[in-house]
């Protein structure tokens, strides 16, 4: 079993950046797949971004890719999602999981999740 907690939201201006963590407890961790989902008001969760237990494979959604990046510290314990060149459409609630998921942009395949860090992208 591992319990989540996301850290580093905040409000930045539209073109900054934020740096996101997931600090993992648990010594199963670095077993895991891990994956950042993201949902705003009156929407679904979507799939943000995703990493391989071992950090050697990752996948982004097409609305971040080449803007944000995924990592992971295994010896830490921790996900990271730094977030470059943010639009105020990145504003949401951001989520970190981890699970085993055939599919790695569902959400409902990952069986752990932290409780959110909001992000704010102003224009």
């Known amino acids: 079993q591992v319990q989540l907690v996301e850290s580093g939201g905040g409000l930045v201006q539209a073109g900054g950046s934020l740096r996101l963590s997931c600090a993992a407890s648990g010594r199963t961790f670095s077993s895991y797949n891990m994956g950042w989902f993201r949902q705003a008001p009156g929407k679904e969760r979507e799939f943000v971004a995703a990493?391989?237990?071992?950090?050697?494979?990752?996948v982004y959604a097409g609305s971040v890719k080449g803007r944000f990046t995924i990592s992971r510290d295994n010896a830490k314990n921790t996900l990271y999602l730094q977030m470059n060149s943010l639009k105020p459409e990145d504003t949401a609630v951001y989520y970190c999981?981890?699970?085993?998921?055939?599919?790695?942009?569902?959400?409902?395949?990952?069986?752990?999740w932290g409780q959110g860090t909001q992000v704010t992208v102003s224009s």
């Open positions: 990493i391989s237990w071992r950090g050697d494979t990752t």
């Open positions: 999981a981890a699970g085993s998921p055939r599919r790695t942009v569902v959400a409902t395949e990952y069986g752990y």
